[in-house]
């Protein structure tokens, strides 16, 4: 049988959803990522980025490139529970609602893992 796009919930062939509910929320899903994919692609690109440099300027001086490296995990994570983008092959195997979610636990490990580098970075390097 086959699957509805969004839920994952078995459907005649001839539909494409098996409520209105389901178009109704792929459709507001679909436009909540073309208004804020361009925004999303910027921030992912300099907090991706920002991770490996940080880790370099990590052995050229400790407390700068921690600190970078720290809040650009933080930042990424907190764009990815914010904005739940998951790419097309995730959604294609999982349908929207599941790979969302998916996507969201993906976004809050990063952020607790951000949190967690932020702290430590405030108790080792920032000596009070």
């Known amino acids: 049988m086959k699957k509805c796009d969004y839920c994952g919930k078995e459907i005649t062939y001839f539909e ?22 361009k925004l999303f692609g910027v921030v992912n690109a300099v907090c991706v980025m920002g991770i490996p440099i940080g880790l370099f300027m990590f052995s050229v001086v ?3 490139g921690f600190t970078m490296m720290s809040l650009a995990v933080l930042i990424l994570g907190l764009m990815i529970v914010i904005f739940p983008f998951p790419v097309e ?15 969201r636990i993906i ?11 932020v702290i430590l970075d405030l108790i080792f390097f920032l000596k009070f």
């Open 89 to 103: 092959n995730m959604i294609s195997s999982m349908k929207l609602k599941k790979a969302v979610k998916v996507t």
């Open 16 to 37: 494409q959803y098996c409520c209105d509910e389901c178009q109704r929320k792929t459709l507001d899903f679909y436009d909540y990522q073309a208004k804020y994919s």
């Open 62 to 64: 400790a407390p700068i």
């Open 107 to 117: 976004g809050a490990v990063l952020l607790v893992t951000g949190v967690a580098l």
